[in-house]
């Protein structure tokens, strides 16, 4: 019970790109203009930034390829993002976490599900039900991953588990889950969720967080339809 009492709170990341027209959600468009798509993206960034701020963490990290803008809640801690592939720039942000919060488990999640519910992802991190976890993977329905946490998160130990790993492929999953059981990891599961990435997938997420920016932002566009170009 001392030792549950005593463990640190999570570090919580969101890696993510400024919603920029034209850098984001580009398989958006069409049917979805670069400025609508840019929207969309936006929505579903502020919707997972405010489900992590209602989650208990020690510190909360937006780990930012851009420049924050007003859809920046309070409570966050803006770093930039390090130059390389998205496998080396996944293991910074750990290493980064790590040398912030050293005892601290770390948790990342991209910008792509706002519909995650952060009492479920709360859950598993709690210190009650951390003891004999190594990590926490969600995986995504097209094969890759939207979150990702490591109870020592410690520079080395993310690039052996992060570097090489192909990214954004129907086969990422699988890879890191590789890592993660030839490096010997007890690995809690959280749920498969969908991650935007086409106007099926935003459809889909939207009906499964109605009340959420993302649907709103989603049935504006559709009510009033342009043409992409």
């Known amino acids: ?17 400024a919603p920029v027209p034209g850098r984001v959600k580009t ?14 993206a936006e929505a579903a960034l502020t919707d997972t930034l405010h489900a992590l ?6 510190r909360r990290l937006l780990v930012l390829d851009g420049e924050p803008g007003g859809w ?7 770093v930039p993002q390090c130059a390389g592939g998205l496998d080396r720039r996944l293991a910074a942000a750990f290493a980064h976490a790590a040398r912030l919060a ?15 519910d952060p009492a ?12 004999g976890l190594d990590a926490w993977y969600g995986p995504a329905a097209d094969g890759g991953f939207w979150a990702l946490g490591l109870a ?33 990891l007890t690995v809690h599961r959280l749920p498969r969720l969908t991650d935007v990435d086409t106007a099926e997938d935003a459809r889909l997420v939207a009906e499964q967080a109605p009340d959420s920016r993302f649907a709103a932002r989603l049935r504006a566009l559709d009510s009033v339809p342009e043409v992409a170009s």
């Open 1 to 17: 019970m001392r030792a549950v009492l005593a463990a640190p709170p999570p570090t919580l990341l969101v890696i993510a790109k």
């Open 27 to 40: 398989r958006l468009t069409p049917p979805y203009t670069p400025a609508q798509a840019a929207g969309l």
């Open 53 to 58: 701020a209602a989650m208990p963490a020690g």
């Open 72 to 78: 920046l809640p309070p409570g966050w801690e803006v």
């Open 102 to 116: 050293p005892e601290a488990p770390a948790l990342l999640v991209g910008m792509d599900t706002p519909q995650l």
């Open 120 to 131: 479920a992802l709360a859950e598993p991190l709690a210190a009650a039900r951390r003891p």
């Open 152 to 184: 020592r998160p410690g520079g080395p130990a993310a690039a052996r588990l992060l570097h090489g790993v192909p990214m954004s492929t129907p086969d990422t999953g699988a890879a890191l889950l590789r890592r993660l059981a030839e490096a010997g």
